[in-house]
C-alpha cells in the first residue's frame, strides 16, 4: 500500500484536521473577539473539503480503489454523500450559532473548532470500513458532542444535557466495544470485508450476538427506539445551535454509519439483522408519534419528531437493497433540510427582551406577529407530516416503495398509519400558530444567517424543490450503490 | 551468577533462584549502607555550606551518626494512632521502602553488572517509581490527620505532575539511543560529543533535557525546594507527621534510596554511567563501577548543594513550573529531537 | 516451574483483589485492592511476554489512573450504608448485566476454538515480522499500518483536552497569585530602593 495514495483518499479529513489545528491555535491567542473569524474560517473549511469530496461522488467510486490505510477506511460515492450532507448540516449550524450565544454573552471561539473536530469524527465515521476507524470515528464525534451539548456551563439545563448525555453516551459505547470484540473474536479480523468473507458460511452465535451489541450501541446513536430515552432531555437542554447540530449531522452520519455495519459487514446475513432493524424502525415510527403529542415544549416535540423520522430512515434500511439504500440516504437528506428548518425556526423566536420562546403557549397567533417565520413553520411541519406536494411526501414514497419492492409489505403498511398518528402533532404546530388568540410574545428575532437558512430550508422542501429530486435521487443511486460491492 | 551456583551441583532453577537472591542482597546491603553515610554526606554538606561543622560526636568525625540514629528509632515504641486505619497505616512505609528498592534491579553499575537486563528497562523505572507515590498517600490517608492528609494530596498532585515531564524527558534520551535497556542506553553514549566526550549532556539538544530532568528529579523525590509534602513550617512533618520508630526509618531509607537512585539516572541517561568522563584508553584501567559511583555521588552533592541554597517554593509555583513550563518544554524537544533525528537519518531509512 | 508457581501467585492474587475489590466495606480499600489487582495483571502480562504491555499497565493505570482514582475517593465522604440501599434497589439490573456478561464469558471461550487472530492484513500477507521485541513491533505497526487510527486517536485526547477546558476554565478577574517571574528577576537594588540620610524629626517623605 502506497501511503501518498492512501493520504490522498483522506483529502478532506487531512483539510479539517490542518484547519481545526490552526483554528486552535487561532481560538487560544485570539480569544473571545476571534469568535467570528473561527466561525467563518470554519465554514470555509468545511467548504473546501465538501467541494474535495464531490470527485468522488460524481466518479462514483468505490472498490479497493477508494480504499485506504490497507482497507480501515473508505472514500467511496457512499462516504462521499454522507460527507457533503454532513459537511453542509455542519455549515448551517456554525452559521447560526454566533446570533443565539452571542445575546448570552457565551461565545466562544471554541465552539466552532469543537464542531469543525466533531464533523472531522463524523466524516471518519462515515467512511470507516473497519472497526477500529469506526469507534475511532465515533468516539471523535462523541466526546466533542458531549461538551458541544452543556456548553452553556452556566445553564443548569445545558449542564444536565451534557452530563447525561455523556453517561449514556459512555454506556452505549461500552455495548458497542462488546459488540466488536465478540465479532472480532469470532470473525478475527476487525476490518468490514474480512467480517463479510468470515461469514459468507453462516453467523456464529458469537458473532450474532456481537451484531446484536453493535447494533444496539449503533441504535444510542442515531437514537432509534429503545435506545432513544436520552433524546428528548439532551435536545431540550442543549442551547438550540447545538440541538440544530444534534438533529441533523450527527444523525446522518450514525445512520451511513449503521448502514455500513449492516450492509457491507454483515451484508452477507442480512436475515439476522433485519428482524432487529425492522422492531427498531416501527418501535421508533411509533413511540416518535405518540410520545410527542403531550408534549408542550417545542424542541422536546422536535425530538420526539427526529425519533420518528429515525424510524421512517431505518425502514430504507430494513430493505437491505440498493434501492432501500438509496430511498434511506435520500429520506436522510430530506430529514436534514427538515430539522435544521424547523430548529432555526424555532430558534428565531424571541420576546422583546431577547429570551428564546420555547412552548406552544409563546407561539399562539404566531402568523399575526412573525407571519414570515410561521409560514415557513407551516411549510416545514407540512413536509415532516408528509402532506403531498411538499418534499416530506416524496422521501416517504421513496421508503415505503422501496420496502414494498424487498417484500416488507406489513411494514410499509404499519409505517403508513403510523405517519397518520405523527400528523398530528405536526398539524397542531399550524393550529396553534394559525387558529389560537395572538399572545404577542414573540416579537424580535432572527439575524440574517437565520433568515437565510430557513428560507432555503423551505424552498428546498417547497413544490420548486421537487425540481431537485431528480439529481438528488441520481446522486443517492450512485451512493447507495458504492454500499454494495460487486453488484 | 548462575552459572557458578550450577557449578556447586544445583540444577538449574534452584541455581537461578539462589543466583537471584544472592543478587538482591548483594545489591540490598550495599545500598542501605551507602544510605547511612548519603545522610551523613548530605549533613556534613549543610554544616559546610552554613559554615558550621555537622554530626561529629559519634565515632571519628560523625562516621557513626547515622547507625546512633538508626539504634535510637530502632529501640523506640511504634506508637499507631488510635483512629488511624491500621492496616494501610502499617503497609504505607513497606511500601515506600520496597519500591524505592525494587527499581535498583535494572541499574547497571558497570558493563554487565546488573540484575535484571530486562529490554525495558528504563520503562520499569518509570513504573516503579510512579508506585512510590503510593507510600505517601496511603500514609497521608491512613494517618486520619489533618496534616498527613494535606501532605498526601500535594504529593499525589506534584508526583503526577512532575512524571508526565520526565516521561517525555525519558522519550527524547530513548529516541537518540535507540533502546529502553539501560545497558545501551548507556553504551549508545560511548564517543557520543566529537568522538571522545562519553555522556549525551554533551548535546546542545539533550543538554537542556538534562536541566529539567534534573529539577524534576528534585521535585520527584520531594527534596529542597520542592519538599512541600513535609514542608515543616506548615505541615509540621508532613504524611510522617504520626510515624515513630521503625516505620518514620523505613520513610527515611527509602526516601534516601530513591534520591540515590535518581542520581544514578542522571548518571546513566546523560552522564555515560560506568564510562569513564573522556573516551581515552587510559581511564578505561578505572573499574567501570568506580567511575558510576563518582558520577552517582557528585549528583547527590547537586542535591544537597541545592538543598543548602535554595528556598522553598510556593505550591502554585510548583505547579507552574511543572505544566506551563517543564511540560511544553520537554514536548517541544521531544518533537524537535526526534525531526532532528528524522532529517539526519539516525533511524535508517524508513521501510 | 518458577514460571508455573509464578503465574498461579499472580492468578491467585488478581482474583482474590479482584474479589475484596468489591467485598471491602471501605471504598478507600475497594480503590487499593483494584490497584493490587491492576499490578498483579502486569505481572501475569510480563510472563505471556508481554512486557511493553505491562510496563504500561502499571504506568498508565496504576501510576496515573488509579492515583486520581484513590485520590477522588479519599476526597469524597462516600456514605456505604447509602450505597448498600442502592445495592438492593438495582439488585435486579445488576444481576441482568453480570448475566450478560457471562454469556460474554462462554462465548469467548467458545471462540478459542474459531482459530488463531491474524495480525496482519485480512489475509495475513502482512504479518509483523515476530522475531523483534514487542516493543519494536508495537511501534512498527502503530506507525505504518494502523497510522490513521493512531493519529485519530490522538485526535481524540486533544478534543477532551480543549472540552475539559472549555468547560472548567474561568478568565479570573483578580490578580491575586499572578506572578510575573521576569519582572521579579529583573528588578535591581537601584530602582526598587532608596536612600535617604532624614534628620532627626523630620521624617521621610513616601
Not at chain 1, 447494533?215 to 428528548?232: D, Q, R, Y
Not at chain 2, 568522538?195 to 548535546?203: D, L, Q, S
Amino acid at each position: 500500500m502506497d501511503y501518498a495514495t492512501s493520504f490522498g483518499l483522506i483529502i478532506p479529513e487531512l483539510v479539517l484536521t490542518g484547519s481545526g489545528l490552526v483554528l486552535l491555535m487561532i481560538a487560544a491567542f485570539g480569544g473571545e473577539k476571534a469568535s467570528r473569524l473561527v466561525s467563518i474560517l470554519a465554514a470555509v473549511a468545511l467548504g473546501a473539503a465538501g467541494s474535495l469530496t464531490i470527485p468522488a461522488l460524481a466518479n462514483g467510486a468505490g472498490g479497493d480503489a477508494s480504499m485506504a490505510f490497507y482497507g480501515q477506511i473508505s472514500a467511496d460515492a457512499f462516504s462521499a454523500f454522507a460527507k457533503l450532507l454532513v459537511y453542509a448540516a455542519a455549515i448551517g449550524c456554525l452559521m447560526i450559532a454566533p446570533g443565539f450565544f452571542g445575546q448570552r454573552r457565551a461565545m466562544k471561539p471554541e465552539y466552532p473548532v469543537l464542531v469543525l473536530f466533531a464533523t472531522l469524527g463524523m466524516s471518519i465515521m462515515v467512511s470507516a470500513t473497519d472497526l477500529m476507524t469506526l469507534y475511532i470515528g465515533l468516539e471523535l464525534n462523541s466526546l466533542a458532542a458531549y461538551v458541544l451539548a452543556s456548553f452553556l456551563r452556566n445553564d443548569s439545563r445545558s449542564a444536565e444535557a451534557g452530563l447525561k448525555y455523556f453517561v449514556l453516551g459512555a454506556l452505549a459505547s461500552g455495548i458497542l466495544l462488546y459488540g466488536m470484540s465478540l465479532t472480532y473474536g469470532f470473525t478475527g479480523t476487525t476490518s468490514f470485508a474480512g467480517i463479510r468473507a468470515a461469514q459468507e458460511a453462516g453467523l456464529s452465535t458469537g458473532a450474532l450476538f456481537g451484531l446484536i451489541f453493535v447494533l444496539a450501541g449503533l441504535a444510542f446513536k442515531i437514537s432509534a427506539v429503545p435506545f432513544h430515552m436520552w433524546t428528548p432531555d439532551v435536545y431540550q437542554g442543549a442551547p438550540t445551535p447545538v440541538t440544530t447540530f444534534f438533529a441533523t449531522a450527527p444523525k446522518v452520519a450514525a445512520v451511513a454509519l449503521t448502514a455500513r455495519v449492516a450492509l457491507d459487514a454483515f451484508g452477507s446475513q442480512a436475515d439476522a439483522w433485519r428482524q432487529i432493524v425492522i422492531f427498531a424502525a416501527l418501535a421508533s415510527i411509533i413511540v416518535g408519534a405518540l410520545g410527542a403529542i403531550g408534549q408542550n415544549n417545542l424542541k422536546r416535540l422536535l425530538a420526539y419528531s427526529s425519533i420518528n423520522n429515525v424510524g421512517f430512515i431505518l425502514i430504507g434500511l430494513a430493505a437491505a437493497t440498493v434501492e432501500g439504500a438509496s430511498a434511506m440516504l435520500f429520506y436522510l437528506t430530506t430529514y436534514v433540510v427538515m430539522s435544521l428548518g424547523s430548529f432555526v425556526a424555532v430558534l428565531m423566536l424571541r420576546n422583546g427582551e431577547g429570551e428564546n420562546l420555547e412552548t406552544f403557549e409563546d407561539i399562539a397567533g404566531l402568523s399575526s406577529t412573525r407571519p414570515g417565520v410561521a409560514l415557513c413553520l407551516l411549510a416545514l411541519m407540512f413536509s415532516l407530516a408528509g402532506i403531498p406536494p411538499l418534499l416530506g411526501f416524496w422521501a416517504k414514497v421513496e421508503v415505503f416503495n422501496a420496502a414494498i419492492q424487498a417484500g416488507l409489505v406489513p411494514l410499509a403498511v404499519i409505517g403508513i398509519a403510523a405517519s397518520v398518528i405523527g400528523a398530528f402533532y405536526y398539524i397542531k404546530f399550524v393550529k396553534v400558530m394559525y387558529f389560537e388568540e395572538p399572545v404577542g410574545r414573540a416579537t424580535k428575532g432572527g439575524s440574517a444567517a437565520h433568515w437565510a437558512i430557513l428560507i432555503i430550508c423551505t424552498l428546498l422542501i417547497s413544490p420548486l424543490g421537487f425540481l431537485l429530486t431528480r439529481g438528488l435521487q441520481a446522486m443517492t443511486d450512485t451512493a447507495a450503490a458504492g454500499l454494495f460491492p460487486g453488484v | 551468577m548462575t552459572e557458578f551456583f550450577q557449578s556447586l551441583g544445583m540444577n538449574y532453577e534452584w541455581a537461578w533462584f539462589v543466583a537471584t537472591i544472592a543478587g538482591i542482597l548483594l545489591i540490598a546491603f550495599p545500598l542501605m549502607l551507602a544510605v547511612a553515610y548519603v545522610i551523613l554526606i548530605d549533613r556534613k554538606v549543610w554544616a559546610a555550606i552554613n559554615l558550621r561543622k555537622g554530626p561529629n560526636v559519634v565515632g571519628p568525625f560523625g562516621l557513626l551518626q547515622s547507625f546512633a540514629d538508626g539504634l535510637k528509632v530502632f529501640l523506640q515504641e511504634t506508637i499507631i494512632p488510635s483512629a488511624a486505619n491500621k492496616g494501610i497505616f502499617i503497609i504505607a512505609p513497606i511500601i515506600t521502602f520496597t519500591v524505592a528498592l525494587a527499581a535498583w534491579a535494572v541499574v547497571p553499575f558497570a558493563d554487565g553488572v546488573v540484575l535484571a537486563d530486562i529490554n525495558v528497562g528504563l520503562l520499569y523505572i518509570l513504573a516503579i517509581s510512579s508506585l512510590s507515590v503510593y507510600g505517601v498517600v496511603m500514609a497521608g490517608w491512613a494517618s486520619n490527620s489533618k496534616y498527613p492528609f494535606f501532605s498526601a494530596m500535594r504529593a499525589a498532585a506534584q508526583m503526577i505532575s512532575y512524571e508526565v515531564s520526565i516521561g517525555f524527558i525519558l522519550v527524547c534520551v530513548v529516541l537518540w539511543a535507540g533502546s529502553w535497556n539501560l545497558t545501551e542506553i548507556v553504551e549508545a553514549q560511548r564517543g557520543h560529543g566529537f568522538g571522545i566526550v562519553n555522556g549525551f549532556y554533551f548535546n546542545l539538544l539533550l543538554f537542556p533535557m538534562w536541566v529539567v530532568f534534573f529539577i524534576s528529579s528534585l521535585a520527584e523525590t520531594q527534596r529542597v525546594p520542592f519538599d512541600l509534602t513535609e514542608a515543616e513550617s506548615e505541615l509540621v512533618a508532613g504524611y510522617q507527621t504520626e510515624y515513630s520508630s521503625m516505620a518514620f526509618a523505613l520513610y527515611w531509607l527509602g526516601e534516601y534510596a530513591n534520591i540515590l537512585l535518581m542520581c544514578a539516572l542522571n548518571t546513566l541517561l546523560f552522564f555515560g554511567g560506568w564510562l569513564p568522563p573522556v573516551d581515552w584508553a587510559p581511564l578505561y584501567w578505572v573499574p567501570g563501577i568506580i567511575w558510576f559511583l563518582l558520577k552517582t555521588l557528585f549528583f547527590f552533592f547537586m542535591f544537597s548543594w541545592v538543598m543548602a541554597t535554595v528556598p522553598r517554593y510556593r505550591y502554585d509555583q510548583l505547579m507552574r513550573l511543572g505544566w506551563k513550563i517543564f511540560l511544553p518544554m520537554s514536548l517541544i524537544f521531544v518533537f524537535v529531537i526526534s525531526g532532528y533525528l528524522m532529517a539526519t537519518g539516525h533511524f535508517g531509512n524508513p521501510a | 516451574m518458577i514460571q508455573a508457581i509464578a503465574f498461579y501467585l499472580f492468578a491467585t492474587m488478581v482474583i482474590a483483589s479482584g474479589v475484596l475489590t468489591i467485598m471491602s466495606r471501605n471504598p478507600v480499600h475497594s480503590v487499593l485492592w483494584l490497584i493490587l489487582a491492576f499490578f498483579n495483571a502486569a505481572g501475569l502480562m510480563v510472563l505471556l511476554g508481554a512486557e511493553f504491555i505491562a510496563m504500561l499497565l502499571v504506568v498508565v493505570y496504576v501510576g496515573a489512573v488509579a492515583v486520581l482514582f484513590l485520590f477522588v475517593v479519599m476526597m469524597l465522604d462516600v456514605d456505604m450504608a447509602e450505597l448498600r440501599a442502592g445495592f438492593i434497589k438495582n439488585f435486579p439490573l445488576g444481576i441482568a448485566i453480570a448475566l450478560v456478561l457471562l454469556a460474554e464469558l462462554v462465548l469467548g471461550i467458545g471462540a478459542l476454538g474459531a482459530g488463531p487472530l491474524e495480525l496482519g492484513t485480512a489475509s495475513g500477507a502482512n504479518a509483523p515480522n515476530l522475531a523483534n521485541s514487542n516493543i519494536e513491533n508495537i511501534g512498527a505497526l502503530l506507525y505504518s499500518k494502523y497510522i490513521f487510527v493512531f493519529e485519530a486517536a490522538g485526535l481524540i485526547l486533544l478534543v477532551a483536552m480543549i472540552g475539559a477546558i472549555v468547560l472548567t476554565h474561568r478568565d479570573l478577574k483578580t490578580t491575586r497569585g499572578h506572578q510575573n517571574i521576569t519582572k521579579q528577576v529583573r528588578r535591581n537594588p537601584k530602582e526598587a530602593t532608596q536612600m535617604k540620610q532624614p534628620t532627626v524629626g523630620e521624617g521621610v517623605e513616601l
